[in-house]
């Protein structure tokens, strides 16, 4: 909606500006151009966007949840490495 409203706001002063004639002439031929504009910035502003926003987060999730898992398999074969037989026995 914000998308819309930011469309016709900067949109009709621009046509004013650029087309010239009567005063109806730009809005006749400047609605269904911005009203496109408009269609679009909200479509990607409700949809593409929070989409990307939440594949960005889960592949961050994901990467780090990775991360760890390779962190903690290499940790614990190091200290399997530096443990005594008596040790190891304990932790098993």
């Known amino acids: 909606m914000l998308s819309a409203v930011h469309g016709f706001n900067t949109g009709i002063p621009f046509l004013q500006n650029h087309i010239k004639g009567p ?6 031929t400047g609605i269904p151009l911005l009203l496109m504009f408009s269609g679009a910035s909200a479509a990607f502003g409700g949809y593409a966007l929070p989409k ?9 999730y994901a990467a780090s949840s990775a991360s760890h898992y390779g962190i903690s398999l290499l940790t614990r074969h190091i200290e399997d490495a530096y443990a005594t037989p008596s040790q190891q026995e304990r932790l098993r």
């Open 23 to 28: 005063k109806w002439l730009p809005f006749v």
């Open 52 to 60: 990307f926003a939440q594949l960005t987060v889960t592949s961050y």
